[in-house]
């Protein structure tokens, strides 16, 4: 049985396509909208050939020295460099070196000498609520390289300074609005997807009840099969 937010969303996919010429693409929407299974198909199938950094943050991660070597190591995996980030990665055990002085500066340069272009992920980000992760990652966009693609997939806007990326054009928003299923959608996952047989306007009173959310709309179905 394919789980709702588990349809390929194909105008999606294009936008996110398009979205990696941009430094940030953010992700927000409440839970049960296919945030991360969207990024997962984009990883898996339009994008294969781009190689993908993936941390899946959660609580433990609310502290700037854990997140930044999550990070980094990260990174490391998927560069093509042996030694990529190799000195950053010491250096985040070292107790006093200034990450925002010293250490996020030279993954900074690390990156920008990458012999290829990457996507760095930073999925559940709405765990991150310390002052201090949201300035190191808000200089970390600030003085992104080209050769990487930020994307935050979050349940909430995070403490950047999202207006000032916008006003700039260096951002693409895919929000709760983009996510949430059209009529189409619906009829395709509940008729051709689970074999239900369900008429235009069940279907209709249904998208009403929940508009669009993906999760609610599989959960109906579960009633309905």
């Not at 709405?126 to 994307?151: G, K, N, Y």
């Not at 990326?165 to 299923?181: D, H, S, V």
Request: proline share 4%.
């Amino acid at each position: 049985m394919q789980r709702a937010e588990q349809l390929r969303r194909p105008g999606l996919l294009r936008l996110l396509g398009l979205a990696s010429d941009s430094k940030l693409t953010l992700i927000s929407a409440p839970a049960g909208y296919g945030k991360t299974t969207l990024l997962t198909q984009w990883r898996d199938t339009d994008q294969a050939s781009l190689p993908f950094a993936w941390v899946s943050v959660d609580e433990q991660d609310n502290d700037p020295i854990r997140l930044w070597r999550h990070i980094a190591e990260a990174l490391h995996q998927v560069a093509l460099e042996e030694d990529f980030a190799a000195e950053v990665i010491g250096g985040l055990s070292v107790v006093g070196q200034g990450l925002v002085e010293i250490t996020l500066p030279m993954l900074i340069n690390d990156i920008a000498e990458l012999s290829q272009r990457m996507v760095l992920v930073l999925d559940d980000y709405q765990f991150i609520t310390q002052d201090d992760c949201h300035e190191s990652v808000a200089f970390f966009v600030e003085h992104l390289p080209e050769s990487i693609h930020l994307i935050l997939s979050s349940r909430s806007d995070p403490q950047l300074p999202l207006g000032r990326l916008r006003a700039m054009g260096e951002m693409t928003e895919i929000r709760t609005e983009q996510l949430a299923f059209s009529e189409e959608e619906a009829a395709t996952l509940l008729n051709e997807k689970m074999g239900l047989d369900i008429d235009p306007d069940d279907i209709l009173l249904l998208m009403n009840r929940t508009e669009g959310w993906p999760a609610g709309i599989y959960l109906a179905s579960l009633f309905a099969a």
